[in-house]
C-alpha cells in the first residue's frame, strides 16, 4: 500500500526519487546535481631537470650528472639555439626581469577552442603552457594565461602572503601572516622562487610541439636567496636546515610551500634572528603537561606532505578521495632572507626527497593493529610486538623499532601505564599493562628483545604502506565499457559506457573523448541518466571531475553491490520466467509484471521513517530505493518499485524507462514509462498497489489527474531526449 505521508530521497547515491503517492504527497528528493562536485585537480608531474642554478650570466642545468651551459641571451618564443636534454628543448635563458614581467607569444589559434578539441578543464591552460617553479619540472607556479586576437599572454598569480604553522614554536602569532616579497601587490607579480621554468607545449600553430620548450627565467629582487642544505638527526627523525648568510639579511624564514591547480601555500614553519641554522626540534605537538609522557604526539610540524595519510585511507580509500589528495610532487621546501621589509625568493628544494621519509605522528590504525589490547591491558611485554607503526611525511606507514621507557611508568590501582617509543623518532603511546608482574623486569626484557629483533638494514626502520602518492596511483581509470551480460538503458554513447563502468563499480572513468563532443550530453546529464534509468547501477554515492577523469564514490564494496546486483538479476530472470508466456503482447506483458510486483511488495514505511529522521537514506534501508527492494526483499518506497519495474521490464524485451518528478499536491515521485507497441504509456506501480488497483496502468501523461497530478523533471534523461517519452 502506498504511504499516508511523503517519503524519499534520491537512489543510492544520484538523482532518483523516492517517494509514496495516492492523495498524500511525495516529498522531496536531492537531485543529481547535488550529488556532484568539482575535485581539484591532481596536476601531473613532468620529470626533467634535477637541479638548476643560476649565477652570474651563465645558465648551469645538471642533468643526469651532464652539466651544460647556455649563453644568456634570446627572448621566450624567439629565436637563439635549443639545447635537447631529456626529451625538452631548453630555450636561452632570461634573467632579471621586472617583477610584473608578461610574457607574449604568437597564437595563431583559438586557445579557449583548443582546451575544448583536447578535452581540458575549465581555466586549465596547461596543455599549452606551464611554469615550474623547480628545475625537475614538477612543481607548478600558478600562472594567468590570457589571449587577444593572435597574442597569447602568461602573467604570475602568486599570493604573496604566507601563514605561520599550526606550531606551539608559533602559538598567539597567526595573525603576524608576514609578506614574503616586496611588491605591494598580492598577484600579478613573479617572486617567491629565485628561477622559474615556462613550459611551452604547442607551436604558433597550436599543433603539438616534439618536444617542449623549457625557458628558464629569473626577476629581479633586493636580497639573494639562501642555498640551503638539509640534514637528519637519527636518533629523533628531526630535520635540521643551514644555509648561508644573506647580505643585508636580518632574519630568515624557513617555508613550506604546495601548489594545487592556481593556489600556492606558504607556511613559516621556522624563523630566526639571524642565525644560519633551524632545527624542527621545536616544530612539535606534546602531550600535555603532567601526562608523564616522554614524547610528541607530532614532530616535524608543518612539513608535513598529504591531506590525509595512507594510514587513515587503508580501509576505505576511493578514487574521489584520492583526486582530493595534493601530491607530494607539489611540495617544496626553502628559506627566505629578509632585512624587515624587503623578501627574498626561496630556491625549491623538493620536500619528498629531503623529509618524505621522518616520522610526523603515530599511525593509530596500523597501532590498534600491531597493540590491539594496549588499552584495555596486556599480562606481560613480552606478548607484545616490538614494532612502533608510524605516519611518515609523505603520508606513509612505517614501522620502527619499539623501546620501553622506564622513565614513562605510571601506576594506577589497576594497571600499570607503561610508555612505548619509536626508536629513531620522538613519538611514542602508552601500553596498560596488568598489575602484578614486576615492572622493571617486563622493561628490561621487552627491550633487550627488541633489539635481538631490530632489522638490520633501513637505520630499523621498515616500510609498512605505501606513500600516498602511490596509492593515488593505484586508481588508475577505466579507459573501456566493461563486459556485461546486464541489461543496461541508454539513450546514447556516453550514458552506455558510464552505465557499463558504473555497473562494474568502476571508482575511476576517462571521460574525456566523451565531455564536448558533437551529439553528446554534458556530463551531469550522462551520469544522471546512467544512474536513474540503470537498475544495475547501485551504491553511487556521489562523483566529481578533475582532468577529463570521472571519480566516483559508492556507499558499500564490490563484494557487497555484486551481490545486490546478482541477487536482482536472478530473481527477475525467475519472475519473468513465471508470469511471462509465449505469445503474449506487450500490455499482457505489462499488465503481468506490475500485478507481480503489487502482490509481492509492500510500501515500506520504516524505511521511510528512518530516512525522515536522519535526513538521508540510512544504509540499512538503502535498498528500499532499489530494485532489489521491491523484488528481493519484498518492501520499497518508489523509486524501490520503479526500478523492480524495470528490471521487469528488460527482462521481458520491453522498452521501459524511470521518470521522475514532483506530484502536484505532495512533492517527489518515481514511476515509469514503457513502449506498448511502440506506444510509450505510463505505469505507476506504486500508486497500483493499492485499495483501488491498477488505476494508473497503461496510461497517457494526461491521465495523470486530481491527487496524481504531476510534472516531470529533467533528471531522469538527456534533456534533449526526455519529449521522445511522452505518453499521448
Excluded at 307 to 329: F, G, K, P
Excluded at 346 to 362: C, E, H, M, N, Q
Excluded at 624 to 635: E, I, K, N, R, T
Aim: a negative charge; one cysteine or more; glycine letters at 10%.
Amino acid at each position: 500500500m502506498h504511504p499516508a505521508v511523503p517519503d524519499a530521497t534520491a537512489n543510492a547515491g544520484s538523482a532518483g526519487a523516492g517517494a509514496g503517492a495516492g492523495a498524500a504527497a511525495t516529498a522531496a528528493v536531492t537531485d543529481g546535481q547535488a550529488a556532484g562536485g568539482t575535485v581539484p585537480a591532481a596536476k601531473r608531474s613532468r620529470r626533467g631537470l634535477v637541479i638548476g642554478l643560476i649565477a652570474g650570466g651563465t645558465a648551469v642545468l645538471l642533468v643526469a650528472g651532464t652539466v651544460i651551459g647556455l649563453n644568456v641571451a634570446g627572448a621566450f618564443g624567439g629565436g637563439g639555439d635549443l639545447t635537447t636534454v631529456g626529451g625538452y628543448d631548453y630555450a636561452e635563458p632570461m634573467l632579471d626581469l621586472e617583477r610584473d614581467h608578461e610574457f607574449e607569444l604568437r597564437a595563431a589559434y583559438d586557445l579557449e577552442a583548443k582546451a575544448s578539441e583536447v578535452g581540458a578543464e575549465e581555466f586549465d591552460t596547461d596543455f599549452a603552457f606551464e611554469v615550474f617553479t623547480d628545475a625537475a619540472l614538477s612543481k607548478h607556479a600558478p600562472i594567468m594565461v590570457n589571449q587577444w586576437n593572435d597574442t597569447v599572454t602568461i602573467s604570475a598569480q602568486e599570493d604573496a602572503e604566507a601563514r605561520y604553522a599550526d606550531s606551539d614554536a608559533f602559538e598567539g602569532r597567526e595573525t603576524e601572516s608576514p609578506r614574503i616579497r616586496d611588491i605591494g601587490e598580492a598577484y600579478g607579480a613573479w617572486g617567491l622562487n629565485a628561477t622559474y621554468y615556462l613550459v611551452q607545449h604547442l607551436d604558433e600553430q597550436g599543433a603539438e610541439l616534439e618536444r617542449p620548450r623549457v625557458t628558464p627565467f629569473t626577476v629581479q629582487h633586493e636580497l639573494e636567496a639562501p642555498t640551503v642544505t638539509f640534514a637528519t638527526d637519527g636518533g629523533t627523525g628531526n630535520l635540521s636546515v643551514a644555509w648561508q648568510a644573506v647580505e643585508g639579511a636580518s632574519s630568515y624564514l624557513v617555508v613550506a610551500s604546495s601548489t594545487n591547480g592556481n593556489t600556492r601555500e606558504i607556511s613559516v614553519v621556522g624563523e630566526t634572528d639571524g642565525e644560519t641554522t633551524w632545527s624542527t626540534t621545536d616544530a612539535v605537538f606534546d602531550m600535555n603537561e603532567g601526562s608523564k609522557a616522554t614524547w610528541a604526539i607530532e614532530q616535524n610540524v608543518g612539513l608535513q606532505l598529504f591531506d590525509r595519510s595512507a594510514d587513515e585511507l587503508e580501509n576505505d580509500a576511493t578514487a574521489y578521495q584520492m583526486a582530493e589528495l595534493l601530491r607530494s610532487a607539489e611540495f617544496d621546501l626553502g628559506v627566505i632572507a629578509t632585512d624587515g621589509t624587503s623578501y627574498s625568493p626561496y630556491i625549491s628544494y623538493d620536500g619528498l626527497s629531503v623529509a618524505g621519509d621522518l616520522p610526523f605522528t603515530r599511525a593509530e590504525g596500523a597501532t590498534d593493529e600491531l597493540y590491539p589490547d594496549r588499552i584495555v591491558g596486556v599480562a606481560n611485554l613480552q606478548s607484545v610486538p616490538t614494532k612502533f607503526a608510524f605516519t611518515s611525511l609523505d603520508g606513509a606507514t612505517r614501522q620502527s623499532v619499539a623501546y620501553a621507557d622506564p622513565a614513562a611508568v605510571v601506576e594506577y590501582p589497576d594497571y600499570s601505564a607503561v610508555g612505548i617509543r619509536g626508536k629513531g623518532t620522538d613519538l611514542g603511546m602508552w601500553l596498560n599493562l596488568e598489575r602484578g608482574v614486576d615492572v622493571a623486569a617486563e622493561i628490561a626484557a621487552f627491550n633487550a628483545r627488541a633489539e635481538a629483533e631490530a632489522p638490520t638494514t633501513g637505520g630499523g626502520v621498515e616500510l609498512v604502506s605505501a606513500p600516498v602518492d602511490e596509492m593515488i596511483d593505484q586508481f588508475e581509470p577505466s579507459t573501456t565499457a566493461p563486459a556485461t551480460d546486464l541489461p543496461i538503458v541508454a539513450s546514447n554513447d556516453f550514458t552506455r559506457y558510464l552505465a557499463a563502468n558504473l555497473i562494474d563499480r568502476q571508482q575511476a572513468i576517462d571521460v574525456s573523448a566523451y565531455v564536448g563532443a558533437p551529439g553528446m550530453p554534458s556530463l551531469d546529464d550522462a551520469i544522471q541518466e546512467a544512474t536513474e534509468q540503470n537498475p544495475y547501477v547501485v551504491g553511487v554515492d556521489g562523483y566529481g571531475a578533475s582532468d577529463g577523469i570521472l571519480y566516483v564514490t559508492y556507499t558499500a564494496s564490490a563484494d557487497d553491490l555484486a551481490a545486490n546486483r546478482d541477487a536482482t538479476y536472478a530473481k527477475a530472470q525467475e519472475v519473468v520466467a513465471e508470469v511471462i508466456t509465449d505469445g503474449m503482447g506487450d500490455a499482457e506483458k505489462v499488465t503481468a509484471l506490475n500485478d507481480w510486483i503489487t502482490a509481492n511488495a509492500e510500501y515500506d514505511y520504516e524505511a521511510l521513517a528512518a530516512k525522515e529522521a536522519l535526513g538521508s537514506v540510512p544504509d540499512a534501508e538503502a535498498a528500499a530505493w532499489q530494485a532489489s527492494g521491491a523484488l528481493v526483499d519484498g518492501s520499497a518506497v518508489c523509486a524501490g518499485y520503479a526500478y523492480a519495474f524495470e528490471a521487469l521490464a528488460l527482462e521481458a524485451g520491453l522498452d521501459a524507462v524511470v521518470v521522475t518528478g514532483d506530484v502536484t499536491a505532495g512533492g517527489r515521485h518515481a514511476w515509469n514509462k514503457v513502449s506498448i507497441d511502440g506506444r510509450w504509456l505510463a505505469v505507476d506501480t506504486t500508486w497500483n498497489d493499492d485499495e483501488a488497483a491498477n488505476q494508473y496502468l497503461m496510461i497517457t501523461d494526461a491521465e495523470f489527474t486530481g491527487p496524481a497530478e504531476r510534472t516531470e523533471d529533467i533528471f531522469w534523461m538527456q534533456d534533449s531526449r526526455i519529449g521522445d517519452y511522452a505518453a499521448k
